[in-house]
């Protein structure tokens, strides 16, 4: 086998996906047209069109106001499994970011019982599992992001169906000018609920923000930290306490034009610099990604052989929020594929 083909088929993990941004264009047009919503085109390879994250928002946006009751969700959620699974994912810890749609009037506990049954199902045909992370929507400001944290607690409190699977919170959106103490309530919420933390920064802005993330709202992950390595202090300290960062290189080139190409990414400094970074599609259906495209583009922009690319997905368990013995599981599930797969690197 090659090592293309060894790569697509290595079992991976992945905790930088949206949901949303799974979605495959032919799913957003049948959902417009079910729910009685027009679209500015109807050819659907027309429609993910951007040049920057905030024109990208915009997409992600039309695409998620398609959603519009429980049995969207489920759809968009099993979609999201037998995709992810084709490209080699068993494990995904997935964001749903559900602002619009609660300030629509949908209830919480109805998209996260929609999102559960879809991904049960997903996971029944496929064998991979997958987890939620509920994020907030910097755009919709703090309070409808406190407001969010606060029916999630209550909903967890209540058993309510599917709420086993939401493991933390997140932060997502235009990070330009918005100062992420404003949602420190909503996290020290989270927090002393033993809801895991998370958030977007450093996709668009400097280190200033991923130290805000670890300081002010008690993230003990980062998604992106793109910008990182332009303070050593906190590249340092980031690396020694073990805390990863969920780096997203095609997309940081084809969503956030931060980066020209490929080779030209951080990512193999910021693994030289000894910080714990995973390998994520982001957004995969709206970039025309895949996670077995991921690794086979970064194992040739990199120069990575098959050892380095095994072991990146084996950070993606460390970097994981599941618990001790389901780690070693998921550790061995892909060690065993890897011993199986070994390509010949001639
Ligand atoms: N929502 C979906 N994708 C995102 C990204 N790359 N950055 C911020 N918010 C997002
Ligand atoms: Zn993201």
New binding site residues.
Partial sequence: MDVAMALERLPKVELHC?V??TMRPGTVVELARKNGLALPTSDPTELYAYSS?DT??EV?WLVQSVLSDRDDWARLAYESVVDGAAHGLVYRETFF?PARHLDAGQDLGEIIAGLGEGLAAGEAETGARVALIADIDRAYGPGPGLEMVRRLVELRRGGSPGLERVLGIGL????LGVDPAAFAEAFALAGRERLRRTS?QG?DTPPTTIAAGLDVLGCERID?GLSILDDKELTARVADARIPLTV?PN?NIR??NKVERLELHPFPQMREAGLLVTLNT??PALTELDLGYEYRSAAEAFGYGWVDMVQIAVDGVEASWLDEPEKGALRTRILEGAQHLAPDEG
């Fill in positions: 949206h949303e941004g994250l990208f928002l992600f970011t997502d959106s235009t990070e977007h996709e992106h997203c997309s969503i956030a982001d957004d």
